[in-house]
Nanobody, 123 residues
Framework: QVQLVESGGGLVQAGGSLSLSCAFS????????IGWFRQAPGKERDFVGA????????RFADSVKDRFTMSRDNAKNTVTLQMNSLKPEDTALYFC????????????????WGQGTQVTVSS
């Protein structure tokens, strides 16, 4: 089955940057789109962004689209979420997930999830 492992979280000051990585294994990577979601304490899990199978299509939530970028390396089976100009409201547990859809923004279209990596942005 698909396994996903996130890394790269940490503590950063507002205005800073972090790069999260999602490592994929267990199936053919290029048959899956990869999404990122986040969940702040006491809140629901929200869509952050997603990248298509080939990496030529990316969607972001409005709250991050001018600050975050995403890329995938199909040779290394990884997806990177580059987060710039971070704000305290970006503080959350960040998850990557895999879907067989071309690109998906809703949770129920994802069939595999990582354990998450914590991002904390101090003011």
């Amino acid at each position: 089955q698909v396994q996903l492992v996130e890394s790269g979280g940490g503590l950063v000051q507002a205005g800073g940057s972090l790069s999260l990585s999602c490592a994929f294994s267990g199936r053919t990577f290029t048959r899956y789109s990869i999404g990122w979601f986040r969940q702040a304490p006491g809140k629901e899990r929200d869509f952050v962004g997603a990248i298509t199978w080939g990496g030529n299509g990316i969607r972001f939530a409005d709250s991050v689209k001018d600050r975050f970028t995403m890329s995938r390396d199909n040779a290394k089976n990884t997806v990177t979420l580059q987060m710039n100009s971070l704000k305290p409201e970006d503080t959350a547990l960040y998850f990557c997930a895999a879907s067989t859809e071309v690109v998906a923004v809703v949770e129920n279209l994802y069939t595999a999830w990582g354990q998450g990596t914590q991002v904390t942005v101090s003011s």
